[in-house]
């Protein structure tokens, strides 16, 4: 089963960028979609972006589309999140997560499983 770890959280102030990880081991990333997802205190869990084996996005929000980006590096086993133009809405624990054993990201969220711990990023001024 896959093991999933999040790295790189910190405080950022609005309007600047920041790139988290998600570490992958217990098989190997290249089989696998990974999604990005967040929870801010209060809210619901939010899938943010997926990426598939062939590399291709799927957007989940509507409100990261254009600032959020996502990219895998197999040979390192890490799926990355870059931000950037951040607010403070963005304000989140924010998590991984594979629909593990399935390739391509799918549409429904309930799929994902495999969750990493989480990562904090806090946007303020």
């Known amino acids: 089963q896959l093991q999933l770890v999040e790295s790189g959280g910190g405080l950022v102030q609005p309007g600047g960028s920041l790139r988290i990880s998600c570490t992958v081991s217990g098989g190997r990333l290249d089989y696998y979609a990974i999604g990005w997802f967040r929870q801010a205190p209060g809210k619901e869990r939010e899938g943010l972006l997926c990426?598939?084996?062939?590399?291709?996005?799927?957007d989940y929000a509507e409100s990261v589309k254009d600032r959020f980006s996502i990219s895998r590096d197999n040979a390192n086993k890490k799926v990355d999140l870059q931000m950037n133009s951040l607010k403070s809405e963005d304000t989140a624990v924010y998590y991984c997560?594979?629909?593990?054993?399935?390739?391509?990201?799918?549409?429904?969220?309930?799929?994902?499983?495999?969750w990493g711990q989480g990562t904090q990023v806090t946007v303020y001024s």
């Open positions: 997560a594979s629909p593990y054993p399935r390739s391509q990201c799918p549409e429904s969220l309930a799929y994902f499983r495999s």
């Open positions: 990426i598939s084996y062939r590399d291709e996005r799927t």
